[in-house]
């Protein structure tokens, strides 16, 4: 059934989508029309991993179980609609944790199956990137009236082909847990990984850093409040990579010095509660300065060559939600006339189905027929999958 459905020009413009995203340690359903999220559930396992210091695979896969279902439940409730006026169902296949991922993709099929709606899979970090697209949604939309008939929605709902297109290609910045990434944007579905990190992700690096400074799960985001009363030369770490020409990350040298230094302090007795405070504001001004050194890099290599200008930088992920990250871009991008856009709330950048139900908006009106449709059956997840 699902490779033959049909989406017709309206229903391409304003879809109403339920997308469900179960990658890590979030469990998440939305609901989105046209690019207006109308719900967006996320529930935290953060408790439950708290005591490992990271993500336990075994856990994150029951309690997704658990929660999947009141989950999506909550999120159609919210937007007020049932599962027949849907015109899809959204998944994302990866990349994530496998045993977390099928559960998400056996609850999309099974929707997909008894309701006989098509099935759209989503790369997780193609939807990160897209983030920036999703638009806050109108107090003036009634739901049941505009489905009805599905005019003058583009008063109120963002439709797909008023989109960015014109402004490609866009400077893509995907920083979270997993994926540290400088992406060029030559249109939706065309990606071209600029730099990335070659070993931990931006968060995983803060995460670790925190944990050894005995900050919990997830440690970057307690950092980064410590971080607003330490003094961020208080210590030095290295710029990592300044001999290497390529625009790719490391974190694994400034890991080792702050686990050497924390050691020492330890030795010394001198791990107070000023000196956590900053030890995190130098280490987090130590994960940005590399970054931005290597973003400055990469501009300043594509100016030299006279190569794609952007005019905008789309950010996303977990550390979007950063605020002294969000200035460091912003600075360091408007030099180079570069506009920094970030998603309309914080709770964005984080995991989400939102921003996958967007992603799926956009295949339905861009990707090739053959890239959209998916055999039921043959659905199956995709860990490792690169944009
Ligand atoms: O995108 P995300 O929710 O999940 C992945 O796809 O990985 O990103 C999670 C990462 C974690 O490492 C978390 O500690 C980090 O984002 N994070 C932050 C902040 N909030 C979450 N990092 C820095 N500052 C924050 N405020
Ligand atoms: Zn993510």
């Known amino acids: 059934m699902s490779e033959n459905f049909i989406f017709n020009n309206i229903t391409k413009k304003f879809p109403l989508i339920l997308a469900i995203d179960t990658s890590c340690d979030e469990t998440s359903a939305a609901v989105t029309l046209g690019r207006a999220v109308l719900s967006n559930v996320v529930a935290s396992q953060t408790n439950i991993h708290q005591p490992y210091g990271g993500v336990y695979p075994t856990l994150a896969k029951q309690a997704h179980q658990e929660k999947i279902q009141p989950v999506i439940n909550l999120a159609m409730k919210r937007a007020g609609i049932d599962f027949a006026q849907l015109d899809a169902i959204a998944v994302t296949l990866g990349p994530g944790l496998a045993p977390a991922l099928e559960i998400g993709i056996d609850q999309a099929k099974r929707l997909a199956q008894e ?16 983030s920036v697209l999703l638009k806050r949604k109108s107090n003036n939309l009634s739901i049941k009236n505009l489905l009805i008939k599905r005019k003058g929605l583009s008063e109120i709902v963002i439709n797909y082909s008023k989109s960015s297109s014109s402004l490609f290609p866009v400077l893509g910045l995907v920083f979270s847990g997993g994926h540290s990434q400088f992406v060029q944007i030559n249109n939706f579905g065309n990606y071209k990984i600029l730099g990335e990190t070659i070993d931990d992700a931006v968060g995983e690096a803060l995460d670790k850093v925190g944990r050894m400074l005995g900050l919990g799960y997830p440690a970057a985001p307690v950092i980064e409040k410590l971080a607003q009363q330490g003094n961020s030369n208080k210590f030095k770490f290295p710029l990592p990579m300044t001999t290497v020409d390529d625009f790719n990350l490391s974190y694994s040298g400034l890991k080792t010095a702050a686990h050497r230094l924390i050691k020492q302090l330890e030795l010394e007795k001198k791990l107070s509660s000023q000196t956590i405070l900053d030890v995190s504001a130098s280490f987090q001004q130590a994960v940005f300065r590399h970054l931005i050194y290597k973003l400055e890099k990469l501009l300043k290599n594509q100016e030299q060559r006279g190569v794609s200008s952007f005019t905008q930088a789309w950010l996303g992920g977990g550390v979007a939600a950063n605020i002294s990250l969000r200035q460091d871009l912003r600075k360091s991008l408007k030099s180079h006339h ?4 970030t998603p309309f709330e914080k709770r964005l ?10 992603t799926a908006g956009y ?25």
Not at 338 to 341: G, Q
């Open 363 to 387: 295949k339905i009106n861009y990707a090739e027929k053959n890239q959209l449709q998916t055999e039921f059956k043959n659905l199956d997840r995709k860990p490792n999958w690169q944009i």
């Open 115 to 130: 309701w006989q709606k098509p099935l759209i899979a989503v790369n997780h970090v193609e939807a990160h990137l897209l």
């Open 349 to 358: 950048c984080g995991d989400n189905a939102a921003m996958i139900a967007l």
């Open 338 to 341: 570069i506009k920094l856009r």
